[in-house]
């Protein structure tokens, strides 16, 4: 084994057992370029309107790729929080519109911290505690972010619907009502009228030049879940990453009521 | 031990000059990952690769089809690759795009599949009932290929497949879902990957439009639509073969078939077909 002495590498001036230089794979000195792109955008909508008393988030369950429908039937929607698989007595709602994958990581996340924080403190999480720390873990993944556009929905401490919305890096904001996703720029418009009641005046009492804007009030649950249902049937009508299927959840302070109804599947 | 070259004996540095050392690992001096300051770089682009996956849902189980060829781009490179790999009674996985990358998940499965009969004490006698119920399923190997596949796209590092998980998931129901290079899932009661995604999910919903319908569906219907669905593949998919293999898993644990041949293949419908196909003069 002495003779292995002999055989030092020289890990300064590294020498060749050929008379040639290594070849490498940019001789003519350019970059190589990465054509793995990380994303996709699975298309779908989602919205969701506050009331009083509750909140509804609702978003269609067709997914797609490009022209493809990869299926009539996946949730955007999901429960955060209670106990176990199952999320029995969660009053936290999810919705996740965008890239399809980033948005069950999101999902997954928030639903382990959700669970860990009434496990270290022995109580249930606040909506408004919860939508902080979503905007948290979006903004941690600032520089290569979760794409989706989230909208988050549960009751309040003083009882009354609250509903927390998005962007991909974590800006967020509570507001009464929020559409998202692939025809958000079509439903969008609809709320402002309809819920916010913008471009609407009081009827009788136009003088001159004054027209007085009516006043938005909280709507009750029927309307609602009405103006919920319009949204998406006209949504269905004009864009074609919409439809299928109709995923509405209703929180109150009893609880989540699911309601899944269908929608067009042209 | 020392395995390094240096200690292999030869070649003698007097002779041929010290050996090279960028190969070695980089506490040892190498330096190849970084030839020119570069970073490290992943799969690009699939090489050698498989094309579509179709599978469909029926009554109590699932029936899952791909054909055997590997292809070098246009060239027809490798005839008997089989992309139906079983990994227990429950399951079977079905794999599209790179075969590379299909034989190392192959492989993370056997070694998987090892460590899960280890864990459950399988003793090979006695209580079958309780191990058949301690036995991976096919919704939780969904569940771990689903999220290897989304870790290797956020690293930059995708596994560059489409793939169908087909089986029984805990409560032996039929299971059937996707998963592809992006972490992308979806479950529906048909489902195509690649070209049958354009070619074979028509034919497919039209025999199986919802839930319902696959709950209804005979295996004997189910087989004979797949069947159907990889003839219409093999006339207008460049990249296929009249050999596939097809599997069925259902209460009594996997059928697989792995060199089937297309039955009765003719053009003589192409006669009738004018215009775009729905022209009648």
Not at chain 2, 170 to 187: Q, V
Request: with cysteine; proline share 5%.
């Amino acid at each position: 084994m002495a003779a292995l002495s002999s055989y030092t590498m020289s890990s300064s001036t590294p020498a060749f057992s050929f008379q040639q230089a290594p070849q490498t794979s940019s001789a003519a000195g350019g970059t190589t370029q990465h054509s793995f792109y990380p994303y996709t955008d699975n298309g779908g909508s989602t919205l969701g309107i506050s009331g009083d008393t509750f909140t509804i988030i609702a978003g269609d369950t067709r997914s797609t790729s490009g022209y493809n429908i990869n299926t009539r039937h996946a949730p955007k929607l999901f429960r955060i929080g209670g106990d176990g698989p199952t999320h029995k007595n969660a009053r936290i709602v999810l919705s996740v519109v965008g890239f399809a994958a980033d948005g069950h990581a999101l999902q997954e996340r928030l639903d382990t911290l959700v669970k860990l924080y009434r496990y270290q403190h022995g109580k249930d999480i606040s909506v408004h505690a919860c939508a902080q720390r979503l905007s948290h873990i979006l903004y941690g993944k600032r520089f290569f972010p979760y794409y989706v556009t989230a909208i988050l929905g549960g009751i309040d401490e003083e009882g009354k619907g609250a509903l927390y919305s998005y962007d991909p890096v974590g800006s967020y904001e509570r507001e009464y009502c929020r559409a998202a996703g692939a025809a958000a720029s079509l439903i969008m418009p609809f709320l402002d009228n309809q819920v916010n009641l913008k471009n609407q005046y009081e009827p009788e009492a136009a003088q001159g030049l004054h027209k007085p804007q009516l006043v938005a009030k909280p709507l009750d649950r029927k309307t609602t879940e009405e103006l919920v249902r319009d949204a998406f049937t006209s949504a269905v009508e004009r864009h074609i990453e919409v439809g299928d299927g109709l995923q509405m959840m209703v929180i109150t302070k009893d609880g989540i009521e699911e309601i899944v109804s269908p929608l067009k599947q042209d | 031990m020392d395995h390094f070259p240096q200690a292999w004996g030869r070649p003698r540095d007097d002779i041929y000059g010290s050996y090279n050392p960028s190969y070695l690992p980089h506490n040892k001096g190498g330096y190849q990952a970084h030839p020119n300051g570069q970073p490290n770089t992943h799969t690009q682009s699939p090489i050698v690769t498989g094309t579509s996956v179709i599978a469909i849902k029926f009554k109590s189980g699932v029936v899952i089809a791909a054909d055997n060829l590997a292809s070098y781009g246009s060239l027809a490179r490798f005839t008997d690759v089989k992309r139906l790999k079983p990994f227990n009674k429950k399951a079977v996985v079905g794999f599209g795009g790179d075969v590379s990358d299909m034989q190392y998940l192959d492989r993370l499965l056997s070694s998987l599949d090892v460590q899960e009969n280890y864990r459950s004490g399988s003793s090979g006698h006695g209580d079958e009932e309780a191990e058949n119920r301690a036995m991976m399923s096919a919704k939780n190997l969904h569940t771990y290929l689903s999220k290897v596949m989304y870790k290797r796209r956020t690293d930059f590092n995708p596994l560059w497949n489409a793939l169908l998980v087909a089986g029984l998931d805990e409560k032996s129901t039929p299971f059937l879902a996707f998963a592809d290079l992006l972490g992308t899932t979806y479950s529906s009661p048909t489902l195509a990957t690649g070209f049958g995604a354009h070619l074979a999910q028509p034919i497919m919903r039209r025999a199986v439009p919802d839930e319902e319908a696959s709950q209804n569906l005979e295996r004997e219907k189910a087989v004979e639509v797949v069947k159907q669905c990889m003839k219409v593949l093999f006339y207008r998919d460049a990249r296929s073969m009249n050999v596939y293999s097809m599997a069925v898993i259902d209460e009594n644990g996997v059928d697989l078939k792995e060199d089937i041949k297309l039955e009765a293949e003719s053009w003589a419908f192409a006669e009738g077909i004018k215009g775009y196909g729905t022209q009648t003069v």
